[in-house]
């Protein structure tokens, strides 16, 4: 028995640690695309200012603020993707002395020249080992189809004889996946250290805008409650209460039926009492939508998995949250997932769908995707509006993709304490 948990103990953190060489790979493709831009924004700089030396330049300086801004608000959109939110200065100042005089444009040329050299290395070596490493490891599949004198894929020079060298060329390849996941998270979190540092808002400036993001989450907490609470008065007056009405009439009809035609009466009960299930079931559907006693009981993963049964599209469901959430933040989940799911049904024509659900430390991670036709908007409405707004109440990220033709991903991540 011993030796079984640790087979699984060890098969748990491969697993964890390939999970994070993959995210490792995402965060360092992201970045790679940013310290492209970046490099080109920095080229543009030193034009402008060789240019400038001969005065023609000066025409031109203004371009070189808007340029580096639009590239770090890149680079601001994909930390925030992948980790805290980094919140944008203001606008850029009118004029140029004003611009040069500005802490937050000046860390902005200074993250420019930092992401668009170191980090554009860094960003090419991590994109390269996952290269070398699916190229070096498929390798004893192809190898007969080039000149053994070629010598085998990447830098490897030598002479492949046979199924033995090509081989050691796997080998090699396994090296680059091991150096992959054991250093794939540290060069990621080395590319994005500058955008945190440089990118971030300091002092004052961080913490008014702060402010003004929690006063903006506030608004939208108190628009959510008071949808929800719209919802719930909604259900109960267009259900529930006129059920109960229809209860009491028939009521009335079968004791004035009593006396003047007591053969009715069964039949006027009859519909009376069926009138009454149907308000209970009503008043049911309305209890669960505030909180649905299966998620208070056995916890996430089952009133998921209630969903994802239930759905009229076929639903593969991934729940990997060990441990329970915050009551409110399971709530959140579920709501989102219930809600996502019937878009899906209503509008994506979609012929499967799948849930994944994952705790990483202080976060719960939500993935909804379906193969349906795709180009959901929020503009559109379809719910998606009222998804953000839940998130955003409790300082969480929302991410839609959704290109026409599909598929459609909804990524979503929300605190959940440690």
């Not at 748990?12 to 831009?37: K, P």
């Not at 090509?166 to 150096?179: E, P, Y």
Request: net charge neutral; proline share 6%.
């Amino acid at each position: 028995m011993p030796r079984k948990t640790g087979v699984t103990t060890w098969r748990g953190y491969f697993t964890e640690r390939l999970r994070a060489g993959v995210t490792a790979v995402e965060h360092i493709v992201g970045g790679l695309g940013t310290s492209l831009l970046a490099f080109v924004a920095l080229v543009w700089l030193a034009m402008v200012a060789a240019a400038s030396l001969l005065g023609v330049g000066l025409l031109l300086a203004s371009t070189v603020f808007r340029v580096n801004r639009a590239v770090a608000n890149r680079e601001r959109a994909r930390l925030t993707r992948w980790g805290p939110a980094v919140i944008g200065p203001p606008p850029l100042p009118a004029t140029i002395r004003e611009a040069l005089r500005d802490p937050e444009v000046r860390r902005e040329l200074a993250w420019v020249s930092v992401h668009g050299t170191v980090g554009l290395l860094l960003s090419i070596a991590g994109f390269l080992l996952p290269v070398y490493a699916i190229q070096n490891g498929t390798f004893p599949l192809w190898y007969w189809a080039i000149d053994p004198d070629a010598g085998g894929p990447g830098f490897i020079g030598w002479r492949i004889d046979g199924f033995a060298d090509a081989l050691g060329v796997w080998l090699v390849g396994v090296g680059f996946a091991a150096v992959l996941i054991g250093l794939g998270p540290g060069i990621a979190k080395l590319q994005a250290l500058p955008g945190r540092r440089l990118l971030t808002p300091a002092g004052d400036a961080d913490l008014s805008l702060r402010v003004a993001e929690l006063t903006a989450t506030r608004a939208a907490a108190l628009d959510a409650h008071t949808a929800e609470l719209r919802r719930i008065e909604r259900s109960l007056h267009d259900g529930t209460q006129n059920r109960l009405v229809a209860v009491n009439v028939l009521i009335g009809a079968a004791r004035r039926a009593a006396d003047r035609n007591p053969a009715a009466v069964a039949d006027i009960l009859e519909r009376a009492q069926e009138a009454t299930e149907q308000a209970l079931a009503e008043l049911r559907a309305v209890v669960r939508g505030i909180l649905p006693p299966v998620l208070d009981d056995r916890g996430l993963g089952a009133a998921l998995a209630g969903l994802a049964g239930t759905c009229a599209v076929p639903c593969e469901l991934q729940v990997d949250v060990p441990g329970r959430c915050a009551v409110s933040v399971e709530a959140t989940a579920y709501f989102l997932v219930a809600e996502a799911l019937t878009n899906v049904v209503k509008h994506s024509g979609a012929a499967s769908a799948a849930v994944t659900v994952r705790r990483e430390q202080d976060r719960l991670h939500l993935r909804i995707t379906d193969d349906g036709c795709g180009g959901a908007d929020e503009k559109g409405g379809s719910g998606l509006r009222g998804i953000r707004r839940r998130i955003e109440a409790y300082d969480g990220r929302f991410v839609l993709t959704s290109p026409p033709g599909g598929p459609t991903t909804m990524d979503v991540e929300l605190p959940c304490g440690s």
